[in-house]
C-alpha cells in the first residue's frame, strides 16, 4: 500500500518552536522520493496563541481543536483514496486529529520519550504535547466530547522511568489498562522480539506513532525535550520494522523534530534513512 505525505506543522507550544519546521525538514532530506510516497500536502494545523486557555489548561484550545478537526479530514480523505497517510509533525499534539479521523477500534503504538499524560492543571506548560494521550484516552481536558482511544488499545513503549517528581506525579495518572514497554524492558526482552509480539498479539487496525524523542539524545539531539536512556538509531529501526510491515498498520505520524536545533539538515536526513529503512517494502 502507498504512503500519502501529509505535513501538520502543529506547535502546541504557540511560540513557533522548531517542531513547526519539522515536517519542511524531513521533506527536504527527501522522504517523499525514498519512500515513493505521495504528496498530500499541508493540513491548515498551526498554533499562534501561547495563552492557556481557562477552561481546559491548554494553550491555544479552539486552534487545537479546528487543527484536529483539519487532522482529522486529512486522514480520512487519504485512508478512503485507499492510501495510508504518513502524518508529519509539529508535536504529539497531531494525534488527537488522526484518532478523531480513525474508526473506533484502532490500536495505538506509541513510542516515545515520554507518555504524555499530563491533563490542563497538571502540565507545567500547558502544551498540548504534554497530555495528548490522557486526552486521547479520556483522562486528560474532554476536548471532543468523547474519548478517542480505548485504553486498551494502547501501548506505550520506549518511554524512561520518571526523574523527577512532576515526571513521577504523570507516571501515576498513567490509565492501568494501558501496557507499557518501557526502553530498559525493551532493551532486556530485544527490540525486534518485542516489536513481532506487538505486531501479531491481535489483527485490530493499528496506527503507528514515532515521537523521535524516543530516541537517545546522543543519537538525536534535535528534540525539545530530550531524554537520556532511549534507543540508538539501530534499536529504534529493528523495533519499527516489524511494526511498520504489520499488514494491520493504517498509518504513522512522527513529531517532534526541531528543525531549528538541526541547521545543516543531517539529523532530518538520518531520520529519513530511519524511515525509508522502516516503511519501504
Ligand atoms: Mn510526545
Not at 524531513?26 to 522522504?31: D, E, F, K, T
Not at 501561547?50 to 477552561?55: F, G, L, T
Not at 485504553?151 to 506525579?169: K, Q, S
Amino acid at each position: 500500500m502507498r504512503w500519502t505525505v501529509l505535513d501538520a506543522p502543529l506547535d502546541s507550544s504557540g511560540r513557533g518552536r522548531g517542531e513547526e519546521r519539522g515536517a519542511r525538514a524531513l521533506r527536504a532530506a527527501g522522504l517523499l522520493r525514498r519512500l515513493g510516497a505521495r504528496d498530500g500536502g499541508e493540513v491548515p494545523a498551526r498554533i499562534d496563541d501561547p495563552r492557556r486557555d481557562p477552561a481546559t489548561g491548554l494553550i491555544g484550545a479552539d486552534q487545537v481543536r479546528a487543527a484536529s478537526r483539519a487532522i482529522a479530514d486529512a486522514v480520512r480523505a487519504v485512508r478512503s483514496g485507499g492510501d495510508r497517510p504518513l502524518l508529519l509533525g509539529g508535536d504529539c499534539t497531531i494525534l488527537l486529529g488522526v484518532f478523531l479521523g480513525l474508526p473506533a477500534g484502532t490500536t495505538l503504538w506509541f513510542l516515545d520519550g515520554h507518555v504524555d499524560f499530563f491533563d490542563g492543571s497538571t502540565s507545567a506548560t500547558g502544551e498540548g504535547a504534554d497530555m495528548e494521550l490522557s486526552v486521547l484516552t479520556g483522562h486528560g481536558p474532554d476536548l471532543f466530547g468523547r474519548a478517542l482511544v480505548d485504553p486498551a488499545l494502547v501501548r506505550v513503549i520506549g518511554h524512561r522511568p520518571p526523574r523527577d517528581d512532576e515526571a513521577r506525579r504523570e507516571a501515576d495518572r498513567v490509565d492501568p489498562r494501558i501496557d507499557q514497554v518501557p526502553a530498559a524492558l525493551l532493551r532486556r526482552r530485544g527490540f525486534a522480539a518485542v516489536a513481532r509480539e506487538l505486531a501479531t498479539e491481535d489483527d485490530t487496525p493499528a496506527w503507528l506513532h514515532l515521537d523521535v524523542d524516543v530516541l537517545d539524545p546522543g543519537a538525536l539531539p534535535a528534540v525539545t525535550y530530550p531524554e537520556p536512556g532511549g534507543p540508538d538509531g539501530d534499536e529504534l529501526l529493528a523495533l519499527l520494522g516489524p511494526l511498520a510491515s504489520a499488514d494491520r498498520l493504517i498509518g504513522m505520524s512522527v513529531a517532534d523534530l526541531d528543525a531549528d536545533a538541526d541547521p545543516d539538515g543531517r539529523h532530518a536526513r538520518r531520520l529519513v534513512e530511519l524511515l525509508a529503512a522502516a516503511l519501504s517494502p
